[in-house]
């Protein structure tokens, strides 16, 4: 069960990320028209973004007190845009996984609490046989014993 489980899993995830594409791009078109959805939404990740990419470049490069200029406001805003709606998508497709791997975790509890029931409900019964079991043994105990009291008939 759980190897048929990823197929579905990895269409719900392309599902969901292909209804997340208009909400991310009606994100970017929003930061295009506001003012401060643009400042103080995309903005401020495109800058950090840029900065910590530039940064590891010119390390890997060996550039190490190389000063970094900030992207300029349309490109920082393109940036910006990007990474949120690319954060909105990543969040809507692990918030799905969550779900599913909660709802796995809850199917497997399920049948595991139905096994511990069946294993006690088999344990009471074994329980029960046992019990019978051993009173038809003191029974049969008993009438072998009436029988050896029995008198034997004499044989003539």
């Not at 994100?27 to 950090?48: D, T, V």
Request: glycine content about 6%; overall charge positive; proline content about 4%.
């Amino acid at each position: 069960m759980v190897v048929g489980a990823f197929p579905i899993a990895k269409l719900l995830y392309l599902g969901v990320r292909q209804l997340s594409k208009p909400v991310a791009n009606r994100i970017k078109a929003g930061a295009r028209r506001s003012e401060f959805f643009k400042n103080y939404i995309c903005l401020p990740p495109a800058q950090l973004y840029h900065w910590i990419e530039m940064r590891t470049k010119m390390r890997i490069m060996g550039f190490k007190g190389a000063t970094i200029k900030p992207l300029n406001e349309e490109a920082a805003a393109e940036l910006g845009a990007e990474l949120v709606g690319e954060a909105i998508i990543f969040l809507i497709g692990g918030g799905c996984m969550v779900l599913e791997y909660s709802r796995q975790a809850a199917n497997s509890r399920r049948k595991e609490e139905e096994l511990n029931e069946t294993i006690k409900d088999l344990q009471t019964q074994i329980a029960e046989l046992s019990l019978t079991t051993e009173t038809l043994d003191a029974q049969l105990r008993e009438v072998n014993r009436l029988l050896l009291s029995l008198p034997t008939p004499s044989t003539k």
